[in-house]
Structures are given as C-alpha cells and as structure tokens.
C-alpha cells in the first residue's frame, strides 16, 4: 500500500533551521509531484512547496519563500524540505505526500517542528 513516512522535525529557535525528508512506498515516485503540507490545530492542511516530477519545476508559498527550499532524489523514491530562518508562525505539523492530492493515497503521521524560543 501506498503510504509517505515524514521525518526530522523537533524543536528549533527562531532562526534556526531544519531539514525534513520523507520516503515513499508503494507507489511510482518518479511519476509524481509531490509537495510538503503543513498543519496547525484548528487550520486545513496548506501546501508550502512542491516540486515536478523531475524536480524542474520548485513552487514555494510566499509565507516560507527564500527560506524553504523542496528537493528530491527519485532513485531513493525521497523528498526533502530544507528550512531556514524558521519563525514561530512555522510550527506546525509537515506532510509530505503527491501534489495534487489523489484519494487512494493516504496521509502519514507527519513530522512535528516547533519554532520556539
């Protein structure tokens, strides 16, 4: 079965940074774009980055531009999102999964990052 396992959260200062990664199982990577969501309590899942199939094409939020960059490695069927500058307003849960979402694939656990002095 299809399912995306996030990793490399925690606790960060402010300024600080971060690198998240995510593997994939069970499905055609390299088929896919694939992107990093992020969640906080009592908000929706809003995408930060993504990036093409074979990585040529990057889209960033506004809110994490020039700090966020999205990267990925087919041939490891990986993703990465490395943080920089992290701000408060970045603590939240990440997810990483395809873009746009597609209902036989689920959500895994996500990876927690705290932004906190």
């Known amino acids: 079965q299809v399912h995306f396992v996030e990793s490399g959260g925690g606790l960060v200062q402010p300024g600080g940074s971060l690198r998240l990664s995510c593997t994939a199982s069970g499905i055609a990577f390299s088929l896919y774009s694939m992107g990093w969501y992020r969640q906080t309590p009592g908000q929706e899942r809003e995408l930060v980055a993504s990036i093409t199939n074979g990585g040529s094409t990057k889209y960033v939020a506004d809110s994490v531009k020039g700090r966020f960059t999205i990267s990925r490695d087919n041939a490891r069927k990986t993703g990465s999102l490395q943080m920089n500058n992290l701000k408060p307003e970045d603590t939240a849960v990440y997810y990483c999964?395809?873009?746009?979402?597609?209902?036989?694939?689920?959500w895994g656990q996500g990876t927690q990052v705290t932004v906190s002095s």
């Open positions: 999964n395809t873009v746009p979402r597609l209902p036989d694939i689920p």
